[in-house]
């Protein structure tokens, strides 16, 4: 069993910064491939970014590219996403998954956190 646990989240205005970060408990994460995912109110959730297990490959949906980062620390069990630029159209839950499949889709995921919201004021 692994534990995800969000922080990070909060109130930003347009073009702010901000750094999410997982803290994961129970097992490494580096036996998981992790990504973020993020929920939009009242839209379906759907992925962000992710990294890889194997060589830490790095994917991004296309509207959070050259704005958002992913990055994965196994020495301390942490996953962060760094999100720079931010836009009214970022507001949303944002959910931190662990998991052995597909990175970008929800079923490949076999863990997931409770969620921290990011809200972007325009």
């Known amino acids: 069993q692994v534990q995800l646990v969000e922080s990070g989240g909060g109130l930003v205005e347009a073009g702010g910064s901000l750094t999410l970060s997982c803290a994961a408990s129970?097992?490494?994460?580096?036996?998981?491939?992790m990504a973020w995912f993020r929920q939009a109110p009242g839209k379906e959730r759907k992925f962000v970014a992710g990294i890889t297990r194997i060589g830490g490959n790095k994917y991004y949906v296309d509207s959070v590219k050259d704005r958002f980062t992913i990055a994965r620390d196994n020495g301390t069990n942490t996953v962060y996403l760094q999100m720079n630029s931010l836009k009214a159209e970022d507001t949303a839950v944002y959910y931190c998954?662990?998991?052995?499949?597909?990175?970008?889709?929800?079923?490949?995921?076999?863990?997931w956190g409770k969620g921290t919201l990011v809200t972007v004021s325009a």
């Open positions: 998954g662990a998991g052995g499949a597909n990175i970008f889709t929800m079923s490949g995921m076999d863990y």
């Open positions: 129970g097992r490494t994460l580096s036996r998981y491939n």
